[in-house]
């Protein structure tokens, strides 16, 4: 096997940093040198959010983020910029409060989701600031 060593990879006619594309079925060596592979794009988290819910709901940083709808207390649908391929995509959510001990998502469809706190088993929705949350699957 070679092995390329390069300051600098462009695109014949591309210019510094551009134009370089991964295609979905490229794979990377698992950490340690072992020969276990792992494929770059399904890899890769593909929406990210920071909500603040208190007051007026507002992002505070996004990625792959269209909009941001308030639709109740504790409760934020979120709209994707691109879609994504099944609504059985998996999420990761957390949200800084000490009051609340619950929080969940529901993807509605391959094009939204929405995050909502809530106290664990007293079924009582809480605004928070700071609810983030983070998105991996394969987009449309």
């Known amino acids: 096997m070679s092995t390329i060593l390069a300051d600098?990879?462009?695109k014949t006619g591309g210019t510094l940093g551009v134009d370089i594309r991964i295609k979905n079925s490229s794979l990377y060596e698992s950490e340690g040198g072992t020969s276990v592979t792992q494929n770059i794009t399904q890899s890769l988290i593909k929406?990210?959010?920071i909500v603040d819910q208190s007051g007026?709901?507002?992002?505070l940083g996004s990625f792959n983020q269209s909009s941001i709808t308030d639709v109740?207390?504790?409760?934020t649908n979120l709209t994707f910029t691109?879609?994504?391929?099944?609504a059985s995509a998996q999420c990761i959510t957390a949200f800084n409060s000490y009051s609340v001990d619950g929080s969940w998502y529901q993807l509605i469809s391959?094009?939204?989701y929405r995050l909502?706190?809530?106290m664990e088993g007293a079924s009582t929705y809480?605004?928070?600031d700071h609810y983030s949350g983070q998105i991996t699957g394969d987009l449309a």
Do not use: E, M
């Not at 691109?82 to 099944?86: C, E, G, L």
């Open 110 to 112: 391959t094009a939204s």
């Open 8 to 10: 600098t990879v462009r």
């Open 72 to 75: 109740g207390v504790g409760r």
């Open 56 to 59: 007026t709901t507002q992002s």
């Open 116 to 118: 909502t706190a809530y």
């Open 82 to 86: 691109n879609n994504f391929a099944s």
């Open 126 to 128: 809480y605004d928070v």
């Open 47 to 49: 929406h990210w959010t």
